[in-house]
């Protein structure tokens, strides 16, 4: 799906599936493991998040886990989410 850079150094996956729970709503399932967080949608349908560091900032890279066209749904809707939260800009 693609990268998402913040300007904002060090999100935990603790804190990033925190924000995703809020932003996406009861219709996902959010679970942080080590460095990444994946969403579900349903069984067929996730997207995984991985935090990776740049130079004064975070970046996320989203990717469609599941069923390709189910996935890619979910996928957008994280990214989305991603793009428009406030607690990922600079402090």
């Known amino acids: 799906m693609g990268q998402i ?5 060090g999100v ?3 804190e990033l599936a925190n924000v995703l ?3 996406l709503g009861g219709g996902f399932e959010v679970a942080a493991d080590d460095g ?6 349903s069984p ?5 998040v991985r935090i990776g560091n740049a130079p004064g900032a975070t970046v996320f ?7 390709p066209i189910v996935s ?3 996928s957008r809707a994280v990214a989305d989410a991603l793009r428009r939260s406030p607690e990922f800009r600079g402090v």
């Open 5 to 9: 850079r913040v300007p904002r150094k």
């Open 12 to 14: 935990t996956p603790a």
């Open 21 to 23: 729970s809020r932003r």
């Open 36 to 41: 990444t967080v994946i969403v579900r949608r």
């Open 44 to 48: 067929l349908s996730a997207a995984v």
């Open 61 to 67: 890279r989203v990717r469609g886990a599941g069923v």
């Open 72 to 74: 890619l749904g979910t």
